[in-house]
Structure formats: C-alpha cells, structure tokens
C-alpha cells in the first residue's frame, strides 16, 4: 500500500496530459487593437485639427470588418485577405461620416497599418514563453499571414509556428481554418487547446474536436463596452491571462 511504502498514489491522467499544441487567436486574444486605434487616431486628429470620436470610429470598423468576414465565410463574395477587408471597411468608414475628402490614399493605407502594429497584453509575453517550455505553440488568426508577422513581430510574442486563415483562404469559425493547425503542427484535433477570448471562436473549434480555453479581456473593445466574460460550462478552461492559462498548464 502506498501509505505503508511511501509511495504516493499516481495521478489520474487528465486531458491537460494529453494536450501537445496550444493555437491562439491573435487580435483581442494576444494583441489589444483598441489602444493603439485610438493612439493613431489621435494622432490623424491632431495633425488634421479635427476631433473625431475614434473609440466610436473603431467599433464601426470592427463591425464592417467582421461583415464582410461572415459574407466571404457565406460564399456571397471571393476571399481576400483580411487587411483589404481592413482597408475596403475603411473606405466605407470614412464615407458614412462624409470624411472622404479629408483623407488621401497613402494617408488611408498608412491608417490602416494599425492592424499590424498592435500591442501585447501585459500577460502575453510571459504567458507564452512559460506555454512553449511544454507545448507547440502557434497563432491560428483570421488575419493574413504577413499581418500576423507583423504582430507577432511589433509585439514579440514567443511563438513556435504563425498559421492564419489565410492559408485555408477561409474564416474562423469555418472548420477549414481549425483542421490547419492539426495540418501543419501534426497533432490530432483532441490533442490541441485552442484559445481564445471569443466564445464563437472556441463554440467552432469545440466543434470541430480541440480542447478549448477562453482567456477573459474585458478592455478588449475599451473601458466603456461591456464584453461577455462569463464563463460557459462547455469551457475546458476559463482564465483572466496567459499567465494564469500557464500557472493551469505548466507545473513549476
């Protein structure tokens, strides 16, 4: 008996022994987009004497981003990449509030550079360095390939491997998009945690057979947006940062 040899009773395994390979989503999961919006929208305000409210502007940009996404993924229009949906959305934008005149093509291409120039949460880093010590660790983003370079680049995220939609030329939550990281990182569906701060993204990825972690960024779109954090009980994790998605992962 262990109790008379000294010996303590093994652990029972649990999917987390299992898990080989973490994908994570990248902009609100990895990167804040907010901050960094607002910082070059204050910046076109100041060079341009005007007083645009970009928190507001930034919402819309998002929305008609995340339209034209669901139009390509409903097969209503070609795939492109997500930086000319970026840029078309920006059009629109700038259209809708009568702003049109007020900015030049180079100025609008160099706006919508933002989207590869986004910061790290203040977990991120370390978060991920502590992840890869164990696991594969790779991006699985809805953002084109050399966007995500970018990012990972601007912020210096530890990644193993950077895989984005556009390799599938899909959209998350198509399936095609998930079935890329069992592709290209060599594991089976049941042994990849996906994470992400989207409860669709994991709903899809679920679906499609990963184990799933919705890591909480309520600053995702600001202070003032009220951003569904609440935990689900189909969640095989639910933490408030990587540092914490390490602390469950990772035994010291």
């Given at each position: 008996?262990a109790?008379?040899?000294g010996?303590?009773?093994?652990?029972?395994?649990?999917?987390?022994?299992?898990?080989?390979?973490?994908?994570?989503?990248?902009?609100?999961?990895?990167v804040?987009?907010?901050?960094?919006?607002?910082?070059?929208?204050q910046?076109?305000?100041?060079?341009?004497?005007?007083?645009?409210?970009?928190?507001?502007?930034?919402?819309?940009?998002?929305?008609?981003?995340?339209?034209?996404?669901?139009?390509?993924?409903?097969?209503?229009?070609?795939?492109?990449?997500?930086?000319?949906i970026?840029?078309?959305?920006?059009?629109?934008?700038?259209?809708?509030?009568?702003?049109?005149?007020?900015?030049?093509?180079?100025?609008?291409?160099?706006?919508?550079?933002?989207?590869?120039?986004?910061?790290?949460?203040?977990?991120?880093?370390?978060?991920?360095?502590?992840?890869?010590?164990?696991?594969?660790?790779?991006?699985?983003?809805?953002?084109?390939?050399?966007?995500?370079?970018a990012?990972?680049?601007?912020?210096?995220?530890?990644?193993?491997?950077?895989?984005?939609?556009?390799?599938?030329?899909?959209?998350?939550?198509?399936?095609?998009?998930?079935?890329?990281?069992?592709?290209?990182?060599?594991?089976p569906?049941?042994?990849?945690?996906?994470?992400?701060?989207?409860?669709?993204?994991?709903?899809?990825?679920?679906?499609?057979?990963?184990?799933?972690?919705?890591?909480?960024?309520?600053?995702?779109?600001?202070p003032?947006?009220?951003?569904?954090?609440?935990?689900?009980?189909?969640?095989?994790?639910?933490?408030?940062?990587?540092?914490?998605?390490?602390?469950?992962?990772?035994?010291?």
């Amino acid at each position: 008996m262990a109790a008379m040899t000294g010996m303590q009773p093994a652990r029972a395994a649990t999917w987390r022994d299992e898990i080989r390979a973490i994908a994570f989503d990248v902009q609100g999961t990895c990167v804040d987009f907010y901050q960094p919006i607002l910082r070059a929208g204050q910046a076109v305000n100041a060079a341009k004497g005007l007083a645009l409210d970009w928190a507001k502007l930034s919402s819309e940009w998002r929305d008609l981003y995340r339209a034209a996404l669901d139009a390509v993924i409903a097969g209503k229009r070609p795939w492109i990449r997500v930086d000319r949906i970026y840029r078309e959305a920006l059009d629109v934008l700038l259209d809708r509030h009568a702003l049109s005149e007020a900015f030049s093509k180079d100025e609008r291409d160099e706006l919508n550079m933002v989207w590869s120039k986004l910061d790290a949460w203040p977990d991120s880093v370390e978060g991920l360095a502590r992840l890869r010590r164990r696991f594969v660790t790779s991006t699985l983003s809805n953002a084109g390939m050399a966007a995500v370079v970018a990012v990972v680049k601007h912020a210096r995220l530890p990644f193993d491997a950077v895989l984005t939609a556009e390799l599938a030329r899909s959209y998350k939550p198509s399936p095609a998009v998930y079935q890329l990281a069992v592709d290209y990182l060599g594991y089976p569906a049941d042994k990849i945690l996906m994470v992400a701060c989207h409860k669709y993204d994991l709903k899809a990825a679920r679906a499609f057979g990963m184990r799933t972690a919705f890591v909480a960024r309520p600053l995702e779109f600001g202070p003032a947006a009220k951003v569904d954090v609440a935990p689900e009980p189909w969640f095989d994790l639910h933490v408030d940062s990587f540092t914490q998605l390490a602390d469950a992962l990772v035994p010291e």
